[in-house]
DNA sequence: GCCGACTATTTTGCATTCATTTTTTGTCCT
DNA sequence: AGGACAAAAAATGAATGCAAAATAGTCGGC
């Protein structure tokens, strides 16, 4: 029961300058990119055994560059390299997942605390704009677009912080989350979002204020309640699935 | 200047339930642990070049093992890998540096406010101790003692946390930062020992009376704290190198 | 009929080999 | 002599091959 990349945590690559684009020269590299989204969309089952021959013809590539790429994403959290015995997608527990939860929100509330320092009056805006919309979709139920916003305001204020070392971890530990919510169908309770969007209203506030320190409490309790639903959700699944309008 | 493994963070290992041994089955994984120590620990200088052939047959292995290990560090943080031309040490600008501490800051920050919720007495009585000690080596301007007193301080706020996951990466975070201790040679400044002593003083008064929230402040200040530290030592080296007793 | 041991197949781990790309060296021309 | 071009050498990226381990399948025993 002991993974091949071992004690040590994987922190994160280099800042790498570009902030978007996939362009990757090499084939390890490219081979890289597709299996993390294919793990991460949730595509393999947890748990599942998959033969690399298998992988290796579905992308139509040789055993070595693949094996560097299964490397990696093993470094990365996503899946685990037993022993001669293969590679695995990582099951996360109950208490996997609490624990990533917070360590997503000890990042956000640092990069809350630092964005404060560095934020400019244009990128409040931004965001209360992102919050404004959001309001539009919790008001119209939409919870997808709901979602989505929601994600582009904790990122804003993650950019804000102005520290791509972070913001690669920050990636980094999204992404493990973020295949969870691909595999359970991750919905949100209702009562949870009025929470959230008082929650967001006090966000807002500390940041325009530049409250670093306020801001960065506010957000690790945003963060622990989402914790705290989530778990609560996978315990006893679908309840109160929101209807779309 | 673009690295093989671009833009996305790479988090960290599974917990891996052991903490402190190495053993280690598979022969890259080995590979992987002595690599690393081997960068950490400064063998290598910045920014140069390392043919494979060469760690290669310094190793006894062949390449294969090697460039999956060579991926892994990369991913870690710790080497680049320019396309076609070769693994190099990551040279950590002034910037990188601050964003790390910054990282570090929050990660501490992040296990004082985690260990407020679940630290025992005797935990902290330990921590005490180690208090008391590092105090000792403080008086006797034992640098290297008091230094070894306060990582481990630093060490069981993160144990005191009971997270895997910020463990691991608290760790990898951490060796990013030792190797540049390696290299330069980080002494600091009496004055700053002083202050550090005293925020340590309070650390261990909000631990005692498990104010995560505030603890969560004075950690990160004190980080921040020795962030400025030490830039302000790398833009002047050696200045007022303690005379050991 | 079910459990356990033995054999065959598959799969992993590593070494070796091949094809490109890069870097170095050597030579020639100005 | 200095620089540019060209060829050789070396290094990287990926594919293939081979030995060891694990899995599955089968047979035999109880």
Not at 226 to 238: D, G, M, S, V, W
Request: glycine share 6%; net charge neutral; aromatic share 6%.
């Amino acid at each position: 029961m002991k993974s091949t990349i071992p004690d040590t945590g994987v922190p994160f690559a280099p800042p790498a300058g570009n902030g978007g684009d996939r362009q990757e020269a090499s084939l390890h590299g490219e081979i890289l990119l597709r299996l993390r989204d294919y793990v991460v969309e949730g595509n393999i089952p947890d748990g599942a055994r998959v033969p690399e021959r298998q992988l290796c013809e579905m992308l139509g590539i040789s055993r070595t560059p693949l094996r560097e790429a299964l490397k990696v994403l093993a470094a990365e959290g996503l899946i685990e390299l037993l022993p001669n015995r293969g590679a695995r997608v990582r099951q996360l527990s109950q208490r996997d997942l609490e624990e990533l939860f917070d360590v997503m929100a000890g990042l956000e509330s640092l990069a809350g605390r630092l964005a404060c320092e560095a934020i400019t009056d244009a990128e409040i805006i931004a965001i209360e704009q992102l919050h404004y919309e959001m309001y539009g979709h919790y008001l119209h139920r939409d919870m997808h677009g709901y979602f989505q916003a929601n994600q582009r305001i904790h990122e804003s204020i993650v950019a804000a912080a102005r520290n791509e070392t972070l913001k690669a971890a920050y990636a980094n530990f999204a992404g493990r989350i973020r295949r969870v919510r691909y595999s359970a169908n991750f919905a949100r309770k209702r009562q949870r979002w009025a929470e959230a969007m008082r929650e967001h209203e006090a966000i807002l506030d500390a940041l325009r204020r530049r409250a670093g320190s306020e801001l960065s409490d506010i957000l690790f309790q945003h963060l622990r309640n989402k914790r705290t639903a989530a778990i609560e959700h996978l315990a006893e699944p679908q309840e109160d699935a929101p209807a779309s309008p």
